[in-house]
T-cell receptor, first 114, second 111 residues
């Protein structure tokens, strides 16, 4: 089954403790992206990647890191999480179609930083 | 000014009616537009895409695009309670590499 898999689904952590949220897709998609979703603010893009070793900042990259060493994986790293990073996070992937990005989303990771 | 704007709602329509959801965008260079549906507690799901001015129909859904007015809309005919969800408008920006979302419109279809 074609899918984007995120782990974990739920995570509670403490301020300053480094964490990684994993994302993997089995569709051989070139594009991958991380979004966070907050009430009243909608989906905001954190980082995106156009292919292996090619990443770029989205609208809210501060406090996050990403890497794209393999085509299928795009982990999101929070080096020193803070309470304002409490949010619902979505990973998404898309092929590089001539009509633009048609993202498939993962199931989401609900992160709470205390 | 936000790149993609939507009225947050909620928009309430009776079962069987037409629901009309609207979206405006600011980047005149945007060429591709998308509508996603998100049920509460779930991830967004792509339901429509539109690239040219005019209407595009898919079942009960019709997407409309007016590039001169920078306006995108989604019509849902014969609305069902199962259509109750948040509808997210998205535009491809940043030279085609970045998908920017509006904040979404909550639709409630009432029996």
């Amino acid at each position: 089954e074609a899918q984007v898999t995120q782990n974990p689904r739920y995570l509670i952590t403490v301020t300053g403790k480094k964490l990684t949220v994993t994302c993997s897709q089995n569709m051989n998609h070139e594009y991958m992206s991380w979004y966070r979703q907050d009430p009243g603010l909608g989906l905001r893009q954190i980082y995106y990647s156009m292919n292996v070793e090619v990443t770029d900042k989205g609208d809210v990259p501060e406090g996050y890191k990403v890497s794209r060493k393999e085509k299928r994986n795009f982990p999101l790293i929070l080096e020193s999480p803070s309470p304002n990073q409490t949010s619902l996070y979505f990973c998404a992937s898309s092929s590089d179609g001539d009509r633009g990005l048609r993202y498939t989303f993962g199931s989401g990771t609900r992160l709470t930083v205390v | 000014q936000k790149e993609v704007e939507q009225n947050s709602g909620p928009l309430s329509v009776p079962e069987g009616a037409i629901a009309s959801l609207n979206c405006t965008y600011s980047d005149r260079g945007s060429q591709s537009f998308f509508w996603y549906r998100q049920y509460s507690g779930k991830s967004p799901e792509l339901i429509m895409s539109i690239y040219s001015n005019g209407d595009k129909e898919d079942g009960r859904f019709t997407a409309q695009l007016n590039k001169a007015s920078q306006y995108v809309s989604l019509l849902i005919r014969d609305s069902q309670p199962s259509d109750s969800a948040t509808y997210l408008c998205a535009a491809l920006t940043g030279g085609g590499n970045k998908l920017t979302f509006g904040t979404g419109t909550q639709l409630k279809v009432e029996l």
